[in-house]
């Protein structure tokens, strides 16, 4: 999955081994299927309790001159969820408030009807070389015109 509500180890000190984001199809294809690609920051990490399972909000600030793709989501901040479910909730349960203020290249898009729409999103690390392969690959996506 594309969009799998995940924050990728290497973007936050957890492993060193990624492969090269140029030669990455998952994140070419990702940033070509997103309605959003930017350099976010964490602004706010928030809890709550639905149903008595923990969840988290992180509120995102899109950083100026970091907007990479910008299909219909139109806010300077986004708000993700992160439930208990999540493959980002061990990450974000580990780091809680510390990450307030981390940088990654966030990948969004969202799914469902009229009534329902849920955002799902991917964080990768902050770098000039993940934010090159996305620009690469949005490029590509509008030259050929899809």
Known sequence: MLFDDRIDANAVGLADVAPAPRTD??????????????????????????????????SLELLA????VRRGLTDERIEIAVRPDSPAFGVVKWLDTRLIG?????????YGGADDIELRFHLSADGPDVLAAAHEAAALREFSGK
């Open 25 to 58: 199809p998952v994140l070419k294809a990702r940033a070509q299927a997103a309605e959003a690609v930017a350099r976010v920051r964490v602004a706010t990490v928030s809890t709550d309790s639905a149903g008595g399972k923990p969840a988290y909000r992180l």
């Open 102 to 110: 981390r940088t990654f290249v966030g990948f969004f898009r969202r």
């Open 65 to 68: 001159g970091g907007v990479v």
